[in-house]
Structures are given as structure tokens and as C-alpha cells.
């Protein structure tokens, strides 16, 4: 059973456009969620995160934003670049009562950015 | 520059025949972790070293072993490929653990095919 859910295998957007990258979990124990992106050939690589005790945290052109109520997150890319486009992987991991548990990752979305 | 360097990015072995892929760092982390990742699917974690501490995913076959001689390296040992072995290894480290907030340093990756 997935707990990390990104139900879009992949989106298409404009160069200059916003992307709208959605994720989904199940597991109420993760507070802490990452956004990774990886090229083809080479290994993720990371981009973003937040932690449960905010709702959005900004970067740059990257905005991840976290709807604890809803147990989903977004990462807005704005504006989109070519070189972007790449596979985003949403992951998530929790700390509580002294545990801690290991890093759990959607399967990707991936991003293509036309010129 | 600190890495993660895996070897070799690509591995053919024949079914049944001992395998071992292998992962460096030069960040001095604490955690090495190995996800095993098939094609579309989510990096799906197999075990980590908390320096010499092994912990092993309750899900991962027996057919997997893993050894870290010392901080630098970690080994993936798979004693009889199948032919569902077939995937992209993944090997990561982290200062500290995952669920304490750490993001994780990938590698490139093998790619190994089960003949």
C-alpha cells in the first residue's frame, strides 16, 4: 500500500507557465516532506522540503506548499524553465516518541517544459 | 567535490550468479541507505547502516545483504539474481537519520540486468 501517492505520471507545461506538481500520503506520522528531481542517468537530487509545523516554504522559483488537513502537498515551479523538466519525486519521513522512520517516496511525476 | 560515487553505473549478471554492487562517500555520513527502484515505480528502501548498526526493511528477501567495512563504503551483495532483480540500486547517505529532518545524497545509480 502506497503512502506516498503522485497520482500524475506525468504533466506537460509552457516555458514561462507555472507547474503545479501534486503529492499525497496516507500516513499521518510523516512531518517532515521532501521534493527530489532527477535526470535521466544520474541519481535524485534535492530540491525542497517542509516540515508539518509550516504550510509553504519558498525557494527561489520552487514554493512547496502543505495542506496537513488534506494530507497533500504541491511544489509550484514559477517560472518554468527547459531545464526543468526532469522526473520530481515526492518523499516523506516522520519522528515520533523517540522513533524515526526512513525516507518513503512517491512514484515520480514527470516534468516536461516545452520551449 | 563530497560525493556519492556508485559502481559501476551498469551491471549484467547471469541468472543465479552472485552479484555485488558497491557505493562511496566522501561526506563522512553517518547513514548509507540502499532503494532499490523499478522502472516507473518509487525508490523502495531495502536496508541502511546507522554507522555499524544495520537495519533491514522487514520486506526485503533474504536473497539481499549488505556490508559497510568501514564510514566510506557500503556493499550490496545479491547471493542469486532473479530475473525481478532486475532494477536501478540506488545508494544514498545522510548526516543523521531521515525521519530526523536530513535529506538524503544519492548516487548515480546501477542499472543491473538479470540475463
Known amino acids: 500500500d502506497q503512502q506516498v501517492k503522485q497520482n500524475s505520471p506525468s504533466l506537460s507545461v509552457q516555458e514561462g507557465r507555472i507547474s503545479i506538481l501534486n503529492c499525497d500520503y496516507t500516513?499521518?506520522?510523516?512531518?517532515?516532506f521532501l521534493w527530489y528531481k532527477k535526470y535521466p542517468a544520474e541519481g535524485p537530487t534535492f530540491l525542497i522540503s517542509?516540515?508539518?509545523?509550516?504550510d509553504k516554504n519558498e525557494d527561489g522559483r520552487f514554493t512547496v506548499f502543505l495542506n496537513k488537513s488534506a494530507k497533500h502537498l504541491s511544489l509550484h515551479i514559477v517560472p518554468s524553465q527547459p531545464g526543468d523538466s526532469a522526473v520530481y519525486f515526492c518523499a516523506a519521513s516522520w519522528n515520533y516518541g523517540g522513533s524515526q522512520g526512513n525516507l518513503i517516496f512517491g512514484k515520480g511525476t514527470k516534468l516536461s517544459v516545452k520551449p | 567535490d563530497a560525493m556519492v560515487i556508485q559502481n559501476p553505473r551498469y551491471q549484467v549478471t547471469q541468472f543465479g550468479k552472485p552479484v555485488t554492487l558497491s557505493c562511496s562517500q566522501t561526506?563522512?555520513?553517518?547513514?548509507m541507505y540502499w532503494y532499490q527502484q523499478k522502472s516507473s515505480q518509487a525508490p523502495k528502501l531495502l536496508f541502511h547502516?546507522?554507522?555499524?548498526?544495520?537495519?533491514n526493511e522487514a520486506d526485503t528477501p533474504d536473497n539481499f545483504q549488505s556490508r559497510r567495512p568501514n564510514t566510506s563504503f557500503c556493499f550490496l551483495d545479491i547471493r542469486s539474481p532473479g530475473l525481478g532483480d532486475a532494477a536501478m540500486y540506488l545508494c544514498?547517505?545522510?548526516?543523521?537519520?531521515?525521519?530526523?529532518?536530513?535529506?538524503?545524497?544519492f548516487g548515480s545509480g546501477t542499472q543491473l540486468s538479470v540475463l
Open positions: 500516513n499521518s506520522m510523516f512531518d517532515y
Open positions: 561526506l563522512n555520513h553517518n547513514v
Open positions: 547502516y546507522y554507522d555499524k548498526d544495520f537495519n
Open positions: 544514498a547517505t545522510s548526516r543523521d537519520s531521515a525521519g530526523a529532518g536530513e535529506k538524503l545524497f
Open positions: 517542509i516540515s508539518s509545523i509550516k
